[in-house]
């Protein structure tokens, strides 16, 4: 089954990603900074990443950096933020986003990101 996971530092934007993810058929984990997904990461790299940009220890952005420095195999990103400026996108996809969406995110465009990302496999068929 295919592996999300939401890195995301408010427990009810956590819940709401998760809810709409599960219900598409995928398989989630959360990580409420980005030390622990990146902990969560190196231990077994998942299917896709979604990613909030300001958590506290390690941002979003810091923990991208981070993933795509490591020699694991490399799945995309969305990151997600409050942040809706052209520098914050640019930021993200320097950092290693496949993908920028602005909070609050529609349930439907989650869904759709996350099936164009992971190709079709997991959840629902495309």
Do not use: C, W
């Amino acid at each position: 089954m295919t592996r999300i996971l939401i890195v995301e530092d408010a427990a009810t934007v956590r819940l709401y990603h998760r809810q709409i993810l599960e219900s598409a058929g995928y398989s989630v984990a959360e990580a409420i900074n980005g030390i622990e997904a990146l902990e969560k990461s190196l231990v077994a790299p998942f299917d896709l990443y979604v990613v909030d940009v300001n958590m506290p220890k390690l941002d979003g952005y810091g923990f991208l950096h981070e993933l795509r420095a490591q020699a694991i195999v490399q799945a995309p990103a969305i990151m997600v933020s409050t942040e809706a400026g052209p520098d914050d996108r640019t930021r993200a996809y320097a950092a290693g986003a496949n993908a920028y969406l602005v909070k609050p995110v529609k349930p439907e465009q989650l869904r759709t990101y996350a099936k164009l990302l992971l190709g079709g496999i997991g959840g629902a068929p495309v």
